[in-house]
Nanobody
Framework: QAQLVESGGGSVQAGGSLRLSCAAS????????MGWFRQAPGKEREFVAS???????DYRDNVKGRFTISRDNAKNMVYLQMDALKPEDTAVYYC????????????????WGQGTQVTVSS
């Protein structure tokens, strides 16, 4: 059974950093694109970053230069390094997996994690 488990969320002051991790199991990780989405209170869920099975990365505009997505196929892990955090980055962050993620495919996606809360205070 496929599973995605996020960790690394927490509370940080503006300008700080957090590193989110996602542990994947139950599917062929190296053949899947991986990504991060987020949802803030009262707002729709939005794309944050993706990395294809070929390591091509993509980011939403307002995190470019601050967030970095990476993957470790040997460990079945995907990471989101978040630097220079802003209060508007506050949201629940979800790990997502789909073979077509990162190739312009907009869903629905195969697998979602349960989410991890990120809170950035000013």
């Amino acid at each position: 059974q496929a599973q995605l488990v996020e960790s690394g969320g927490g509370s940080v002051q503006a300008g700080g950093s957090l590193r989110l991790s996602c542990a994947a199991s139950g599917f062929s990780f190296s053949s899947f694109g991986m990504g991060w989405f987020r949802q803030a209170p009262g707002k729709e869920r939005e794309f944050v970053a993706s990395i294809t099975w070929g390591d091509k990365t993509d980011y939403r505009d307002n995190v470019k230069g601050r967030f970095t997505i990476s993957r470790d196929n040997a460990k079945n892990m995907v990471y989101l390094q978040m630097d220079a955090l802003k209060p508007e980055d506050t949201a629940v962050y979800y790990c997502v997996a789909d073979p077509a993620l990162g190739f312009g495919y907009e869903g629905p996606f195969d697998y979602w994690g349960q989410g991890t809360q990120v809170t950035v205070s000013s």
